[in-house]
């Protein structure tokens, strides 16, 4: 049984510990705020833009943008979003499955990854799945230091440029969406090339184009790409928080409950050593009166 001094040490040290995790829940719970604001915000022009494009192509049928050509090939880049920090629980680790799961169910794929973000990186880095092209993105971990929709083109305009030169065939992006503080849900949506979508049916309304549709769809693809990843991002980025807050909040009662455990394993290991430090007192007293 450990001793009086060795249990108070680990009260401390858990006391300690609850003030990090209560510190670290209460920052990111500020974050948090922010970052939801922001995914909140983007979602309805995330959304109504993409109709725009959807209604557009539909009414185009082929074209030749570069970003729409058949996707036949074998050359899968998939484009990892997650953290540069841990401690949001199953976070980094939910991207990171759905990355082996997609590799497992499509051997005859050649996979590359770009990670935008430290964790995936770390996960992947002793394997040849890394990208290792130059021609995209090296340093895309940085933009968790100053997210913001200019920062997220450059990452962008180098995938449109990579995927022209036919570095990759297809990409998909894989990151955890956000639902809410407690839950996220990991997605892997295809991202190059642009699909273009026939309508089901007619539409009953007849859209004047200014100039043509082809015209107003090569400026839309780009922009629509740019916005896609930039969502992306950002639902990345509320869902780290909203994990590292709830995580944080499991430790800060797993550490106070522990406390409570120590605390009640030291009251009664105290009691035990006065009892028996009364008993030794007892039977001297004893001994010398006999």
């Not at 050359?75 to 540069?84: G, Q, Y």
């Amino acid at each position: 049984m450990a001793n009086l001094k060795e249990i108070r040490t680990r009260i401390t040290s858990v006391e300690s510990t609850m003030q990090i995790t209560s510190a670290m829940k209460m920052v990111s719970a500020a974050k948090f705020k922010r970052a939801q604001d922001a995914i909140v915000q983007m979602r309805p022009f995330a959304k109504k833009f993409n109709d725009i494009l959807l209604n557009v192509s539909s009414t185009v049928g082929e074209t030749e943008h570069p970003m729409m050509r058949d996707d036949k090939g074998k050359k899968v880049l998939l484009i990892a979003i997650s953290s540069n920090r841990g401690l949001c629980g199953g976070f980094n680790n939910n991207v990171v499955k759905e990355i082996k799961k997609t590799i497992e169910e499509n051997p005859d794929n050649e996979y590359s990854i770009l990670t935008i973000g430290k964790k995936v990186f770390d996960a992947f880095k002793k394997t040849e799945l890394l990208n290792s092209n130059d021609t995209l993105p090296t340093d895309a971990q940085t933009i968790w230091e100053d997210l913001s929709y200019e920062n997220s083109i450059s990452i962008t305009s180098k995938l449109m440029s990579a995927f022209e030169n036919n570095v990759f065939d297809k990409a998909f992006l894989v990151y955890n969406s956000f639902k809410n503080a407690a839950v996220q849900i990991t997605v892997n949506e295809p991202f190059l090339p642009v699909k273009p979508v026939q309508s089901e049916k007619e539409s009953t309304v007849d859209y004047i184009f200014e100039p043509d549709q082809e015209e107003i769809l090569k400026e839309l693809i780009p922009s629509s790409l740019k916005i896609q990843l930039y969502k992306a991002l950002l639902d990345s980025f509320a869902s780290e928080h909203g994990a590292r807050m709830t995580a944080m909040h499991k430790a800060t009662d797993n550490a106070n409950e522990m406390k409570n455990d120590l605390k009640l394993f030291y009251n009664k290991a105290r009691q035990a050593a006065i009892t028996n430090e009364i008993l030794e007192i007892v039977a001297g007293a004893e001994a010398l009166g006999g």
